[in-house]
């Protein structure tokens, strides 16, 4: 099977242009691509699975086993002819800086990927062939198969780089882009815009690719991919349960394969938008509030008054609730804007939040469970990730359920807001990074279900 990861020198080289103009030079040419990211990004994935027509999944060697990635790799790629796989930041860079662990390298090294190095070149010519001799003499083990130039001035630039490379370097270059603004995409505090916000045509990176790639030396990469293994699915529960998630333009943060988990559990996901419905769908037995952007809705969702008071009656009648990063602010009394303005939010939690300028607790975390909740009992542990430009700037007390450790900075901090049967916290958690989570989650819905049936 054709298969690639494409790699950058840093962050903001052109990975994301590179991947979506292969991906649909490939789907242009007939193929089924299944595109993957690596690291803990909720963004690109929405780009890839547009312009793929296939969901995106995500790649994580620090969050998820080598064997919960091939899981991943081999249950998505059913039915595709290519996997395009984007990396994250620099290609060695990971969770500290003198291991691979948690970087692109280590992915592709763990499942034989061939990697496609894009360099930034704009403003250099002969000084981009000692970078690249610098990567290849980094790691000898590491599968360099490739070379995209970025932002290259022109066909006479172009001449300059390739003969500087040629000279000493082994890696063939592949193809290189031009610098063009019609297919570049905005960024903003937490990365680029999401699909639908920006729309860049299937056809026009299909023609980027077939004008500028050597799209057939890149379709000769390949790795071996082995049989995917059927998911394990509940037979034989009853009730099954219903669990709406909130996707729309402010909660749109989600690990794809965490909702497949709870689906191999029994539960059925009922998407609905805390934007634009005034109800909730029917006969729910849980909510789900990912991550995303409430901050740039936050007028939208505080009028939608008759949402607000669906949400809150479901958490009156005792209805769970589980929310992650944005949906805490949504859960929150109140959210403070970049532009100061104050917008009541749900009231659930008594917890004031504000936007902040900077990134608050960055980074790879470990959760240890210190009292039995809505995931897990006391004791359970589980990988995710924290990135947020937001802070609490209340006092008020809440029970907790989660001990919180920072991979970067060592801190240590107790999280995991609870109350009732409401769980919240600034942590995305990757559920494969502990399968047995998605579990108890549908167990203690089914559960509560199962009492509320026998109830007269």
Request: proline share 5%; net charge neutral; charged share 20%.
């Amino acid at each position: 099977m054709t298969g690639l990861l494409i790699g950058g020198t840093a962050s903001g080289v052109g990975k994301t242009t590179v991947a979506l103009a292969i991906i649909a030079c490939l789907r242009k040419r007939g193929y089924a691509v299944q595109p993957f990211k690596g690291g803990p990004d909720f963004l690109d994935p929405t780009h890839h699975s547009r312009i793929a027509g296939r969901k995106a999944r995500n790649l994580d060697t620090w969050m998820l086993s080598p064997e919960s990635n091939r899981e991943v790799l081999s249950r998505a790629a059913v039915g595709a002819d290519a996997v395009v796989v984007e990396g994250m930041m620099g290609l060695f860079d990971g969770k500290d800086g003198v291991t691979e662990t948690g970087s692109s390298a280590e992915i592709a090294k763990m499942l034989k990927l061939p990697v496609l190095l894009v360099l930034d070149c704009a403003k250099s010519a002969r000084s981009v062939a000692a970078t690249v001799l610098g990567f290849e003499c980094f790691d000898p083990d590491l599968p360099l198969a490739g070379l995209i130039l970025n932002r290259v001035a022109g066909l006479h630039h172009y001449r300059l780089l390739e003969s500087a490379i040629q000279a000493r370097c082994k890696t063939p270059i592949l193809g290189w882009l031009p610098r063009e603004t019609s297919i570049a995409i905005p960024e903003r505090h937490l990365g680029l815009h999401a699909a639908g916000e920006r729309e860049i045509s299937l056809g026009a990176l299909a023609h980027l690719a077939e004008t500028h790639f050597k799209v057939d030396a890149i379709l000769k990469l390949e790795f071996p991919l082995k049989t995917a293994v059927s998911p394990a699915t509940v037979k034989g529960e009853s009730p099954h349960v219903r669990i709406g998630v909130a996707r729309d333009q402010a909660f749109s943060f989600y690990y794809e394969d965490n909702l497949d988990l709870l689906r191999e559990q029994g539960a059925e996901i009922i998407p609905f938008s805390p934007i634009a419905d005034r109800v909730l769908p029917a006969d729910l037995d849980a909510l789900y509030f990912g991550g995303g952007y409430p901050e740039l809705y936050a007028r939208e969702l505080s009028e939608n008054a008759t949402m607000l008071d669906q949400i809150r009656a479901f958490a009156r009648s005792g209805g769970h609730i589980y929310a992650e990063c944005g949906g805490l602010l949504y859960l929150s009394q109140q959210l403070s804007t970049a532009d100061e303005t104050v917008y009541p939010m749900l009231g659930i939690l008594p917890l004031k939040m504000e936007m902040t300028s900077k990134l608050v607790d960055f980074g790879y975390v470990t959760v240890t469970f210190t009292q039995d909740c809505l995931l897990g009992p006391r004791g359970t542990t589980i990988r995710g990730h924290s990135f947020h430009y937001s802070r609490i700037c209340s006092d008020a007390e809440l029970a907790t359920s989660y001990q919180v450790d920072f991979s970067l900075s060592r801190k240590q901090q107790w999280e995991g807001f609870t109350r009732g049967n409401v769980l919240a916290s600034y942590v995305h958690l990757h559920f494969g990074a502990n399968p047995a989570v998605a579990r108890h989650f549908a167990t203690a819905l089914r559960e509560a279900r199962q009492i509320e049936a026998a109830t007269p």
